[in-house]
């Protein structure tokens, strides 16, 4: 039986490494940590993949994700009003956020500062940086 016991347990280590034996699954994008000053939101975002193929689409769909607050982990509160701002840091696992650089970053912030303007109900004010450069947001 011992040997039986350790060639299930070397059957299994060669799978894994074989397999990569990762727990990272990919899937959606999710928030790590959030925290606001006045009604600016600073995010740490979790990619939850590999790598980002196209870095403008991806900050398009972090930005949607964020106006309709689908975010698993983390739900703003919308008690004060809804974000004027959204500074992004991002990094493709979790794993990555200590000691790394984001992957990149995503700024959705208004042209012109406005207390006023917030994400849902003033958008044509807002302007979409990645990595520091204007996008086009549509």
């Not at 004060?80 to 500074?87: E, I, K, N, Q, V």
Request: glycine fraction near 6%; aromatic fraction near 10%; include cysteine.
């Amino acid at each position: 039986m011992k040997g039986a016991g350790r060639f299930a347990v070397l059957a299994l280590l060669v799978c894994c490494i074989g397999s990569g034996c990762s727990s990272k699954k990919e899937g959606e994008p999710d928030l790590l940590s959030s925290f606001s000053m006045n009604r600016d939101e600073n995010l740490v975002v979790i990619a939850n993949r590999n790598e980002i193929e196209d870095k403008d689409e991806f900050a398009r769909l972090l930005v949607r994700m964020c106006k309709e607050n689908s975010f698993q982990s983390i739900k703003f509160s919308t008690d004060r009003g809804y974000a004027t701002s959204l500074d992004m840091r991002v990094y493709l696992w979790r794993d990555e956020v200590e000691g790394h650089d984001p992957v990149m970053t995503v700024e959705y912030k208004p042209e012109e500062w406005n207390p006023e303007y917030d994400i849902i109900n003033h958008p044509e004010e807002f302007m979409l940086y990645v990595d520091g450069e204007l996008i086009e947001y549509e």
